[in-house]
């Protein structure tokens, strides 16, 4: 069993590194600030050939795995949580068009994907569909060769800057559940913005409530199968990007209360010669390696074909978890420093905090791994 990244996976995060180290990190706190959308560094990532990274070769991607995509994500997060997720939604919702698309689908959409030249979101969530997604109301209807769309999507990540959500709505009675719900290519410019909240992080990228009034689109905008939409979506993977976010933020807290308590004297002498502080760095680095290790392994078992969904709860739970308990620790550790924004931890804190809800509650992860443990034991 290797412990350890290939040639290729190491070079893929020493690049990712870099440009996160030289382009993203320096800009991230004002960015934040200014509730700015980081536009150049997505659209620098796309030249780069990220945007694409699991994406077919033949459609502009680069073929790579969600090993790599963890690693990516990982690097990306621990700069700016945001530019992570910009990417990773624009990715996933391309998957879904990669595994279930008709090939005119693929030909239209994926190459300007891959590039983040064309950007897709996820309308998925709606007010009453938080976590029970069945309970969606948003409605589809066939009419002659188009669909007709009513309802609303609520906190669709990206949206002002996406041209198209894939949005998910029940085209079948309940009574059919899970085998009612269809996936459509809906053009932003077919929403209508009803609330942009505040909010205490991610404050880069908005998730607004958008509403959908009689909207018609052509009956080539279906993806996948009539009524399996919410079936298919649980073979697409690409989730593994929300612990790799929790694993870049709980590395960067990490890093930078090493940094800042190495340095900082108090009482004539270092802050990190205090027993106290150091147990509390070795326990966020073993909170930091564990969250990794667990969102490896779960990438590396979907990579293989294998059954995640244990492995990927676990991830989820755990990673995300430590980079709240991390951002906290090291926020501690700043001081009043830590407080401010002069310093990126109160911005890790805040963008941290998304990720126990995002992706689905802890909770519901939670009961995925019990379910998977008390399976093993029938
Ligand atoms: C900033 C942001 C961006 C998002 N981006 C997207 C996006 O791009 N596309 C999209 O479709 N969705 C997106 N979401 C939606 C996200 O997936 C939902 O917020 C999440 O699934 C939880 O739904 P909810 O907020 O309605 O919470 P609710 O379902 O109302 O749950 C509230 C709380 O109740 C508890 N709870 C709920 N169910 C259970 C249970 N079974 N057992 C125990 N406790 C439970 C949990 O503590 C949970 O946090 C985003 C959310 C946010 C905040």
């Given at each position: 069993?290797?412990f ?5 996976q ?17 800009r ?28 077919p ?5 680069r073929g ?17 949580m ?6 990773a939604?624009?990715?996933g ?18 190459p ?16 009453n569909a ?25 906190w ?7 041209d ?14 899970p ?9 932003t ?10 909010t ?16 018609r ?11 399996e939409?919410?079936v ?29 308590t ?37 990438a590396?078992?979907?990579d ?5 969904t ?20 090291a ?12 310093h ?35």
């Open positions: 069993m290797p350890h990244l290939t040639e290729d190491r070079a893929l995060r020493e690049d990712v590194r870099e440009f996160a180290e030289s382009e993203i990190r320096p991230a706190i004002e960015l934040d600030r200014n509730e700015e959308y980081p536009a150049e560094i997505l659209a620098e990532l796309g030249d780069r050939g990220w945007t694409g990274l699991t994406l070769e033949e459609y502009g991607g790579e795995g969600l090993v790599e995509l963890a690693v990516l994500t990982e690097e990306l997060a621990a700069a700016m945001t530019v992570a997720g910009a990417l939604l624009n990715l919702v391309a998957t879904v068009i990669e595994r279930f698309g008709t090939d005119a689908q693929k030909d239209e959409y994926l300007e994907m891959a590039t983040f030249d064309r950007v897709g979101a996820l309308g998925l969530s709606e007010a938080g976590s029970d997604k069945l309970a969606m109301e948003t409605t589809a209807e066939r009419d002659g060769d188009e669909w007709v769309l009513d309802g609303h999507k609520q669709v990540t990206n949206f002002s800057h996406a198209f959500v894939l949005t998910y709505a029940k085209t079948g009675p309940d009574a059919d559940a085998h009612n719900v269809s996936a459509f290519l809906v053009p410019d077919e929403f209508e913005v009803e609330e942009v909240w505040e205490l992080g991610a404050r880069t990228v908005k998730s607004p409530r958008v509403v959908l009034s009689d909207v689109v052509p009956a080539e905008n279906l993806v996948g199968e009539e009524g939409a919410y298919q979506r649980g073979e697409i993977h690409t989730g593994v990007n929300v612990p790799a976010r929790g694993v870049g933020i709980a590395r960067a807290a990490l890093e930078d209360a090493a940094a800042y190495a340095d900082r004297e108090q009482f004539g002498q270092s802050v990190g010669d205090f027993q106290g502080v150091r147990w509390t760095v070795a326990e966020m680095a073993q909170r930091a390696d564990a969250a990794r290790l667990l969102t490896l392994r779960a590396d078992r979907a293989r074909g294998e059954d995640p244990r492995e990927m709860a676990m991830a989820k739970v755990r990673a995300t978890e430590a980079a709240v308990e991390n951002a906290n620790d926020m501690q550790l700043h001081g009043g420093k830590g407080y401010t924004t002069d990126h931890v109160e911005r890790y804190l805040r963008d941290a905090r998304l990720l126990t809800v995002a992706g689905g509650p802890n909770e519901l992860h939670r009961n995925s791994l019990a379910d998977a443990v008390y399976a093993e034991t029938e």
